[in-house]
């Protein structure tokens, strides 16, 4: 079977725990960049890529890349890629997005137009047409360019991999899906380990980890733009795919994971969203201020996205809002804690430095996740029976 070129993006920060999935599914990794991992793999890969990929924004195959400074030379390159190998006569095709870093070319509408113009002359010339109805499947495609060189890839995954099918309702300010997950990764919890978010909002961190606990592939519940490709990715790969991720799920699994939040209503959206992702019975949700954190359990992990204070009168109530949960975290002295926010003063209120703080993009906003990791439980030694 042919081998594609697969980039995935993914949060800036996290290339390392998208490349380690990357690996664990079988595939070679080809290439890291700061925020995308490329990989080699079948059609097969692409099918795999999308429906159990936790960390990855979407999956895009590539197309080409090439260098261009001009828009001459970005028409002249464009149309030089065999774009019949992917569109068919009726496929509708369009740059879904362009973005550009420190190239000559910066302008993401005039790379838009001049590459779909570059596309059509292409297909023209292949399909012996001069106008295209544009009435079957949809085929759209999102360029990359930094420092002028040009990444033009299919993108496979349509709506973006961190909506996976299950939130019906959303806090205030959610983490995102894939985010959550990685943040998780980056942390020794595993699922026979307790986890609790005393600020869950819509419940993110507790649902992924369900989803990890339970083994179950992030995107069986969603379709992916491919899946209509039958001549790039056959039906049988998405088939495949889908069977194995059915197959793999822990339905015995057991946890000790819980979400709190000081609001019922979205303790109810969260509820919501667990049943909704199939993990409703591995995830006790319940109303609660972050004052009454408490846990009997040890060696347990505090996993947590608290407000940040963008708004004034929020940020005024941030310093008693991390003071309790730095003091909440004291009382739990065999814990973990772990927190991403973008509050500059969250080390100092939540009473200790972290034992490491790493600095990740949620989008466009600037963020830390201090890490205050716990005391090992003590190992689990085999009782002999008695001869």
């Known amino acids: 079977m042919e081998l594609f070129e697969l980039t995935a993006p993914c949060h800036f920060g996290l290339e390392a725990v998208l490349k380690r999935e990357i690996l664990d599914l079988g595939y070679e990794i080809l290439q890291v960049e700061d925020g995308r991992v490329t990989f080699s793999g079948d059609a097969e890969a692409v099918a795999y890529a999308n429906l159990f990929l936790r960390t990855a924004d979407r ?27 992917y569109i068919p006569k009726n496929g509708k095709f369009w740059v879904a997005k362009a973005n550009s870093i420190r190239s000559k070319l910066f302008s993401p509408s005039d790379i838009q137009s001049i590459m779909k113009k570059a596309m059509v002359e292409r297909l023209k010339s292949r399909y012996h047409l001069e106008w295209f109805p ?14 002028d060189q040009v990444l033009v890839g299919l993108d496979t995954t ?5 909506k996976r099918g299950y939130r019906v309702m959303t806090s205030k300010a959610p983490i995102s899906e894939t985010l959550a997950a990685a943040l998780l990764m980056l942390t020794p919890w595993k699922g026979d380990r307790i986890l609790v978010d005393p600020f869950c909002g819509s419940g993110t961190f507790p649902i992924e980890a369900a989803l990890m606990a339970a083994n179950m592939a992030p995107g069986l519940r969603r379709s992916f733009q491919a899946e209509s490709w039958e001549h790039i990715v056959p039906g049988t790969c998405w088939q495949n795919a889908r069977e194995d991720g059915e197959s793999l799920i822990d339905r015995r699994a057991e946890t000790d994971i819980q979400g709190f939040d000081i609001d019922g209503a979205v303790i109810r959206g969260a509820r919501e969203n667990a049943r909704a992702a199939g993990v409703e019975k591995l995830i006790h949700f319940q109303q ?12 347990g992990f505090l996993v947590t996205n608290p407000p940040y204070g963008e708004r004034l009168e929020d940020k005024e109530r941030l310093p008693e809002l991390y003071r309790t949960l730095g003091e909440r975290f004291a009382a739990l002295d065999t814990w973990s804690l772990y927190v991403i926010t973008g509050y500059e003063e969250a080390e100092r209120f939540l ?22 990791p716990g ?5 689990q030694t085999a009782v002999r029976p008695k001869e």
Do not use: C
Request: avoid cysteine.
């Open 375 to 379: 005391p090992r439980p003590p190992r």
């Open 351 to 372: 009473g200790r430095k972290a034992a490491k703080n790493r600095k990740i993009y949620n989008g466009m906003l600037k963020t830390y996740f201090y890490q205050y």
């Open 288 to 299: 609660r201020p972050a004052a009454e954190l408490s846990h009997p359990g040890k060696y």
């Open 59 to 85: 999956i895009l195959l590539k197309v080409g890349r090439f260098e261009a400074r001009t828009f001459e030379e970005l028409f002249e390159r464009t149309k030089d890629l065999p774009w019949e190998r």
């Open 134 to 147: 544009e009435d079957g499947e949809a085929f759209p495609i999102r360029v990359s360019i930094v420092k």
């Open 158 to 162: 349509g709506i973006p991999l961190h």
